[in-house]
């Protein structure tokens, strides 16, 4: 999606937090922060979204910067099976914007 | 509760043949999306289904692609005379209701090569 940038990719070592980060300088007010993750040969797998709180499910933390102009999706203790594209992605919260596009996203790769 | 499931998972076909994909959507869902993905691309957006209508078809690439919706639940996607360029991922997606602050979960896909 050309309103987030991400980096291409990043390693992290099992057991350890991964911090993904994701830029979203224009985001506008009425705009949620998504996160969705692709596992190799599946089809993407919603994490979490949030608007300008800090979100946390079974799965990551979401925290949003107080000028929601960047966001960290943190995944708590990394496992090989979080080995994925991790997709960052801005969405209007209106009827119209329903098709969703990814990005380049970031290629996280789980090292023993 | 059960995802968003697909079938089949896998399809191999000759050119010129007709191939049907299923997609069964999250209970309760409302809304309904069908998205293709091609070998290392990122995702095209083909159709949408509100209930059984289809408020957005612009994506489907051609006259040979066609989808309904029947009950507000199942999906069909049919592509007809198929070409080697229809080769791709085809992902079902699903959500509560239509629009942007809505969440869509998607299926596994089912990848569809013509030969």
């Known amino acids: 999606d050309a309103k987030t940038t991400q980096p291409p990719s990043m390693d992290c070592a099992e057991g350890r937090a991964a911090n993904l980060p994701c830029n979203h300088s224009t985001i506008s007010g009425n705009e949620y922060v998504y996160w969705y993750r692709q596992i190799h040969s599946q089809g993407p797998q919603y994490i979490i979204h949030?608007?300008?709180n800090n979100e946390t499910n079974e799965m990551a933390s979401l925290i949003i910067t107080e000028d929601r102009k960047s966001s960290t999706l943190i995944l708590p203790h990394a496992t090989l099976r979080d080995t994925a594209v991790y997709y960052c992605i801005v969405r209007v919260a209106g009827v119209s914007d329903y098709k969703l596009s990814f990005g380049a996203g970031t290629t996280v790769t789980v090292r023993a | 509760g059960a995802g968003v499931s697909q079938s089949p998972s896998n399809k191999v076909t000759e050119k010129g043949k007709d191939v049907e994909l299923r997609c069964d959507p999250i209970s309760g869902h409302t809304a309904l999306y069908w998205y293709r993905q091609s070998l290392g691309q990122g995702l095209e957006f083909l159709i949408y289904f509100q209930g059984n209508s289809a408020p957005d078809k612009s994506g489907l690439p051609s006259d040979r692609f066609s989808a309904e919706r029947t009950g507000g639940s199942v999906s069909t996607l049919t592509i007809q005379r198929t070409q080697q360029e229809d080769s791709a991922v085809y992902l079902c997606?699903?959500?509560?209701?239509?629009?942007?602050?809505?969440?869509?979960?998607f299926g596994p896909g089912t990848r569809l090569l013509v030969l």
């Open positions: 949030g608007l300008k």
């Open positions: 997606a699903s959500s509560l209701l239509a629009g942007g602050g809505e969440t869509q979960y």
